[in-house]
């Protein structure tokens, strides 16, 4: 199925099932412990080796011997794996570096061997006895040091160009009354889900299974039959339940690669988990961004010109930290620039992670339109109220598909009670706290992809769904199966979901806010196939038949779908594709973020006090799974603006605190009362289920809402995240 043309009336339209608040189906299976994670499928691979992986110690430079004597004499060990032994291998087209190192190394804790044994301690003893001696060279660590050597990336489809421009900036900008030309810059930072990148492989005769835990079913099978040099048919994915992801289990890993190879030398399955610190050092991480932006308006706060250029870096071939391209949708301005320039780094690859590009865009452009407020003498709602567009500013011709922003904004205000807030910063007390109101624009553009599903009617009316789609932790079975239900008129309760199998058909995967709007409208163009099937097989040829409680009824005939199924069932197949209407209107989602802090007039620590999100997103499929997804997002949003900072070690080239001890990440106690406000929308230009995505657009804009919060409780402006102590007490006001 093709969707060419704006949605009308369908059968997603009843919202009996859709829309509903409803309980995630594979909860009791979590909760249980029942549901398998890669690392544990005991159930089909119930005598796996394990192994452990060896990380280089170098960042850059070349392997000149491995002493593997030691290792290969200890107790239980069955093979070890290194690049002199591993055969040829290729490197997959979404991975920057190659997966298993030697001769040469790419980066620090790039693989270097794997360790297989009977027993996890036994591999992992064995691992410590491989002794490598490394010749290093040198390599660049610091972004802000390679900042002036950056160069334009090369564009793609999901960078963009990589400079922009519209009218004279330069001249426009000279001429405003109010400028602002400011620095903000974000660290590295780590996905640091809860399960570790984890594979277990099997060979059987020249076929592969890996039951992995990644996000992108598809791309992945077809990366790691590209590294391992077989063809695509003979490796299968399992991929049923992920324990987070956040981007970074969108590509194949070293863990998987080295499971399969692994297995090959160990003749047995075996299992491997990345440890901690090779999650943080071997795998992707958000890189950090030196971002500049320069503001003019007029002397009623009107934007006159508007420029964003970032810098990031990656490993040679790697790509950008998109940091600029909201900017160039977001608000209005006749004069605009944006440029995005990439340094080489010998640092572990960057990559997405959640909302990559708007989350650190977002970080700097909405502290520097809080500082554009204050030089206009306007409340920073206002001012981002004045500077609204309804079309895209770069293609004034081209308007948004829905663009609710103000009314985000707007009501957003009125519900956290903003009209309470104190303009003048540092001058709001409670007792010893000093309290701050932040505000901050979310923006996180609409993706869609080709995404394909199977759907199957049994004879007792039951109805199952098979789809690659994964389920990270979003909800993916139950909105999959809410969708089925609504489609063929069944309880929810009759509806089996079976996803993240690459023998299934290819589903979009989860990624990029993509993912819910475009599996469950691949769903939909199955059951859409299923109903034909079933209308003609009751012989009704004409007309609109409904399905409704079990039955499929035209006129005054009614059958139920068990009869028409019968002892054979039906299936059937179908994917939705999309038409040209992403370039005819901009698609995109929008929010508020609205937060109050309190900061210690003494000591500088930041408490969050309250937060609130007004999201415009198209349908909301199933609300308690999305506002699950955007409290959880405003929590990452406060864990980058006050403690989220991979420390780079810029002598050696590796990330020091590449653990949950060092690397700090929110937990309850930092978190307080979240609400969630969903606006009562459809975009049928986005897809037939008339959704969007929200997973990512709740961290967009959070950690700048925080920092201008901050700012407002203190008169203390960091551009620098994130938000700690030591940036903050020099300016506090004196204490009494």
């Not at 909405?366 to 567009?389: G, Q, S, W, Y």
Request: proline residues 6%.
């Amino acid at each position: 199925m093709k969707f060419d043309t704006p949605a009308t009336t369908n059968p997603i339209d009843q919202l009996k099932v859709i829309g509903k608040p409803t309980d995630r189906i594979d909860g009791p299976l979590k909760t249980t412990g029942t549901a398998r994670y890669a690392y544990e499928r005991h159930d089909a691979v119930p005598d796996a080796a394990y192994g452990v992986v060896v990380g280089a110690g170098i960042a850059k430079g070349r392997i000149v011997s491995m002493d593997l004597a030691a290792a290969r004499a200890a107790p239980g060990v069955r093979a070890i794996v290194t690049g002199a032994n591993a055969g040829k291998l290729g490197k997959g087209n979404f991975n920057t570096a190659r997966l298993l190192a030697g001769p040469g190394v790419q980066h620090y804790h790039q693989a270097v061997a794997l360790v297989v044994a009977d027993t996890f301690e036994q591999a992992r003893a064995a691992a410590q006895l491989v002794r490598v001696e490394y010749v290093a060279t040198r390599g660049q660590f610091d972004l802000s040091a390679a900042k002036d050597g950056a160069k334009a990336p090369k564009p793609n489809d999901f960078s963009g160009p990589p400079d922009t421009a519209v009218g004279d900036f330069a001249t426009a900008f000279a001429a405003a009354p109010l400028t602002l030309d400011a620095t903000y810059t974000t660290p590295d930072q780590s996905h640091a889900m809860m399960e570790p990148h984890a594979s277990t492989a099997a060979w059987h005769g020249g076929h592969l299974t890996v039951w992995t835990s990644n996000q992108m079913i598809a791309w992945s099978v077809g990366d790691l039959a590209k590294t391992l040099g077989i063809p695509a048919d003979r490796v299968r994915l399992v991929s049923p339940f992920i324990g987070g992801g956040f981007g970074g289990k969108l590509f194949v890993r070293a863990d998987a690669v080295l499971a399969a190879l692994g297995s090959k030398a160990a003749g047995r399955p075996v299992k491997v988990a990345l440890q901690r610190p090779l999650m943080m050092n071997n795998t992707t991480h958000r890189p950090a961004t030196i971002q500049r932006i320069r503001i003019g308006a007029d002397a009623a706060g009107k934007i006159t010109a508007i420029g964003h250029e970032g810098w990031s870096g990656d490993l040679p071939g790697g790509g950008p930290e998109t940091a600029v391209n909201q900017t160039r949708l977001l608000y209005a301005g006749a004069n605009r620039l944006t440029a995005t320039r990439l340094a080489v780094l010998d640092l572990p690859e960057g990559n997405a992670m959640r909302a990559p590009g708007e989350a650190p865009g977002l970080m700097a452009l909405e502290i520097a339109m809080d500082e554009m407020a204050e030089r206009a003498k306007l409340d920073p709602v206002e001012f981002r109220v004045v500077n609204d567009t309804q079309v895209d500013p770069e293609k004034p011709g081209r308007p948004f598909s829905q663009r609710r922003l103000v009314e985000c904004l707007r009501l957003g205000a009125e519900r956290f009670g903003w009209s309470r807030r104190n303009p003048r910063p540092g001058s709001t007390r409670d007792g010893r706290w000093l309290v701050g109101y932040g505000v901050a624009a979310a923006f996180r553009n609409n993706l869609v992809m080709k995404s394909a599903a199977r759907v199957r009617l049994d004879a007792r009316g039951r109805v199952a769904v098979e789809t690659d789609m994964t389920d990270i932790g979003t909800g993916s079975y139950t909105i999959i199966a809410q969708t089925a239900a609504e489609m063929m008129g069944v309880p929810l309760d009759h509806v089996a979901v079976r996803l993240g199998d690459s023998t299934y058909p290819v589903s979009a995967g989860s990624g990029g806010q993509w993912g819910g709007n475009s599996a469950t409208a691949g769903v939909y163009a199955a059951c859409v196939k299923l109903r034909q099937s079933v209308a003609r097989k009751a012989g009704f040829m004409s007309g609109e038949p409904v399905f409704a409680d079990g039955r499929v009824q035209l006129g005054d005939r009614s059958v139920t779908l068990a009869e028409v199924a019968g002892p054979d069932g039906l299936v059937a197949e179908d994917f939705m594709e999309y038409g040209d209407l992403g370039q005819k209107a901009q698609q995109s989602t929008f929010g508020a973020h609205f937060v109050e802090v309190a900061v210690d007039a003494a000591t500088g620590e930041i408490r969050v006090r309250r937060m609130l999100a007004v999201c415009a997103a198209g349908r909301i499929l199933n609300p308690k799974a999305a506002r699950s997804q955007v409290i959880g997002a405003m929590s990452m949003g406060v864990g980058a603006a006050l403690m989220e900072e991979l420390a780079v070690d810029h002598r050696r080239g590796f990330f020091v605190n590449h653990d949950l001890a060092g690397y700090e990440v929110p937990v309850h106690a930092d978190i307080p009362h979240q609400e969630v406000v969903f606006l009562d929308e459809t975009d049928p230009q986005s897809s037939p289920m008339k959704a969007k995505g929200v997973g990512e657009l709740g961290i967009c804009g959070v950690a700048a809402a925080v920092a201008n919060a901050v700012y407002n409780a203190t008169g203390v402006r960091v551009r620098d995240y994130p938000i700690t102590l030591d940036k903050l007490l020099p300016g506090l006001p004196a204490v009494a």
